[in-house]
């Protein structure tokens, strides 16, 4: 059995892949289409300057050699498109004196199409002796608000929490709306969209661990997870994805604050065969959303646990409120690590 290991060609692939790495923490937050903006603790600048090759080397030295990205055409973004199903341009806005596009939020805050929607790097995380001959998973992370799939990576400890979750897996991280106040899931607005993404995912993995495990690529079971403004791409991928067969679980990380509807829908039609985990800072919208979520599924008979579960059984649906500050949920939970604890709690795939 052929185990993916090899360091290949990392920093000339990580500047190709447009991996931005910022000295600041991640301002993940609430959505800016569906939940009011959190406050930064700091003044950030509209478009972040791109990393210095000191600072791209220091990230690249940080990793390990089963961390690398990939520049994908079906990644979320660049996008052409409507703004969800609206009749609304996505980029709303252009500049009379340069052409430059905008896309707006429903707040009025417009975002350069240059600074923070041409970038369509995609994280690569395998976990430590990651086996493709025996059975795996693909674990999706989708980021929040105002940050990036490189912070998250690092400020969540991504790459720790498949390593401590003992799975065989492999971790993936788009980059969604780069330091922008906005959900939007790009490409992911459209039916089948996720699907043309996961056949790229499948055809980068079989070559860095070998064309003879393509097909297991292609039909890995698929496990889905998302903080705060990441709950969109979420929502839209269980909507219309294209791969609904094969998504086993969702996590959602403070992150309900729209389309409720899909993922209710999602759950209902799929009962006894999905698991589904929803951590909600209390006071949030996620909160209220999840209770809502809950009366849903009630009036459905559908049975929710409002504990943190040890066992996820499928059909198992755990809608868990805490008392913990919204940045800090994805490492803090409780549990602590949760990403690392609710893959453990998986069943076998």
Not at 34 to 61: E, F, I, M, Q
């Amino acid at each position: 059995m052929k185990r993916c290991g090899l360091l290949i060609g990392m920093v000339m692939v990580w500047g190709m892949a447009g991996f931005s790495v910022a000295a600041a923490r991640s301002q993940s937050t609430g959505p800016g289409k569906g939940a009011p903006a959190r406050a930064s603790s700091r003044t950030k600048p509209a478009s972040p300057p791109p990393a210095a090759p000191a600072a791209v080397a220091a990230a690249v030295a940080a990793t390990t050699e089963r961390t690398f990205v990939r520049a994908l055409n079906t990644a979320p973004f660049p996008y052409e498109g409507k703004y969800a199903d609206s009749q609304v341009d996505f980029f709303d806005y252009v500049d009379p004196k340069n052409g430059a596009r905008f896309h707006t939020n429903r707040y009025g805050q417009r975002f350069a199409e240059a600074d923070h929607y041409r970038d369509s790097s995609v994280i690569f995380h395998l976990s430590p002796g990651f086996d493709p001959g025996r059975p795996f998973s693909l674990v999706f992370f989708f980021h929040g608000n105002q940050s990036s799939a490189s912070e998250s990576f690092r400020d969540f400890r991504l790459g720790e929490q498949l390593d401590r979750s003992g799975r065989n897996a492999v971790l993936i991280v788009p980059q969604l709306a780069r330091q922008a106040a906005d959900s939007s899931p790009g490409k992911f607005f459209r039916a089948g969209a996720f699907k043309a993404f996961l056949a790229d995912v499948a055809a980068t993995l079989a070559e860095r661990c070998g064309a003879q495990h393509l097909e297991r690529f292609r039909q890995a079971p698929l496990v889905l997870t998302g903080f705060s403004g990441g709950y969109k791409a979420v929502a839209y991928i269980l909507d219309r994805g294209g791969a609904t067969s094969r998504i086993k679980a969702v996590l959602l990380l403070d992150a309900l604050y729209e389309d409720v509807d899909k993922f209710s829908d999602w759950l209902t039609r799929n009962a006894g065969r999905r698991a589904f985990v929803l951590l909600a800072g209390k006071g949030a919208s996620s909160a209220t959303n999840g209770r809502a979520l809950a009366h849903f599924l009630r009036q459905h008979e559908v049975e929710i646990d409002k504990t943190w579960p040890t066992t996820l059984a499928r059909g198992g649906i755990h809608l868990v409120e805490c008392g913990t500050e919204h940045l800090q949920i994805p490492v803090a939970g409780p549990p602590a690590l949760p990403i690392a604890r609710f893959l453990d709690a998986l069943p076998k795939m």
